[in-house]
């Protein structure tokens, strides 16, 4: 499965999380640090859902970039 991820610059950090699984976050000190923990917490959220019984979500959204003028 290919789900969308979002990495945002946070304070101290970088944030990230799956909008097509709530709850499912992490952080890093760079962007890829982020990376590969959210890589991590989605693995480990899709497995407790699995043990949960939990219907698992299939990925819907999409991402994209739109250009402004500045």
Known sequence: ???AVVIEKAE???SAYVPDLP?????GDSVAQAEQAIREAIE???????????PIPPPSSQ????????
Request: charged letters at 20%; glycine letters at 14%.
């Open 1 to 3: 499965m290919r789900y």
């Open 44 to 54: 480990l959220h899709l497995s407790g859902m699995r043990e949960d019984g939990t």
């Open 12 to 14: 101290g950090n970088f």
């Open 63 to 70: 991402v994209d970039y739109v250009e402004v003028a500045a």
């Open 23 to 27: 709850g499912c976050v992490a952080t």
